[in-house]
């Protein structure tokens, strides 16, 4: 079988052990460091004469780096990768230069729609939460209003909609699949207004909801923002979370944004500070993700 002749794992890759000791078929030599380089130099030093790269989002792997190792083939990143302009590999340059870049999609999912349900549920019948309305709510009819609508957002849509509450969504592309099973597309300003809850799923650096969606959206809401990060203008969302009547609810500090640690304390800003997506069958579908994506990259190289 084909193998890098060095393999290298900067920072931390996230890869379950039974997935570090298949690594060993794929590479002669393995060289981990566990923690994050201190500077370009230190990472241009660990990486050296290395083939092949490992990163999860950190350390950043900008095009200066990459011109120094010029034996590598191969960048896996062991994270989401949803475009080239939000990634911390410098991949326009990687590909440039005959490196092959691969990240990875869709593995921490099941965990953030559990999450929702979870938070939700404990909201509407007021479980260790106060509850929202005067009486204990069902998801039943609930009105659910989903702002991006990729596979994070239809598998919890589809377990909403399997306990009863009424979907919509906004999204670049109306999805047919969905529409037959009666969830259906809204134009952005009119899902705000319609919805009782809004749960945000986009791309990492899109943000779609400023001042005129908070406007359409209003007061006495419930939001979720599951992106990696802010789905949201700062200012808006701030005011927005200091009206009393407002829930947000976000499992990262990351998904709430640079406004955390002055609005942590309120009660209405619910987060764990805890990634709902990274569970135990999550850093397996990871593993073997980074894998396949290894055994693709040795083919082609």
């Not at 019948?125 to 994070?152: A, I, N």
């Amino acid at each position: 079988m084909k193998k890098f002749r060095k393999l290298v794992e900067a920072g931390a890759s996230g890869l379950q052990d039974w997935a570090e000791k298949e690594l060993c078929e794929y590479a002669e030599i393995i060289e981990k460091h566990p923690n994050l380089p201190s500077s370009e130099d230190e990472l241009v030093s660990w990486t050296g004469d290395a083939d092949a790269l490992l990163v999860r989002t950190l350390p950043k792997v900008p095009a200066s780096v990459i011109k120094r190792c010029s034996n590598l083939k191969y960048i896996g990143m062991c994270c989401s990768l949803y475009s080239k302009e939000s990634a911390n590999v410098d991949i326009s340059y990687a590909e440039e230069h005959g490196i092959t870049v691969y990240g990875i999609r869709d593995y921490g999912d099941h965990g953030v729609t559990e999450y929702v349900i979870y938070q939700l549920v404990r909201i509407l019948h007021g479980y260790d939460y106060p509850m929202w309305k005067k009486r204990p709510l069902e998801l039943t009819k609930l009105k659910v209003g989903f702002v991006g609508f990729g596979t994070s957002g239809q598998l919890t849509a589809r377990a909403l909609l399997h306990l009863g509450s009424d979907i919509k969504y906004f999204a670049r592309t109306k999805k047919e699949e969905a529409e037959k099973e009666g969830m259906h597309f809204s134009p952005l300003k009119d899902l705000l207004s319609w919805a009782d809850v809004v749960i945000t799923c986009l791309n990492k650096n899109v943000i779609l909801l400023h001042e005129e969606e908070f406007k359409a959206l209003g007061d006495g809401k419930i939001m979720f923002n599951t992106s990696i990060g802010p789905a949201s203008d700062m200012n808006e969302l701030k005011k927005w979370i200091e009206n009393d009547s407002n829930i947000f609810c976000s499992d990262t500090v990351g998904g709430v944004g640079e406004i955390y640690e002055e609005l942590k304390d309120r009660k209405n800003l619910i987060c764990p500070c805890a990634s709902a997506g990274m569970t135990e069958q999550a850093y397996d579908l990871l593993s073997r993700k980074v894998l396949d994506n290894i055994k693709k990259a040795l083919t082609e190289i």
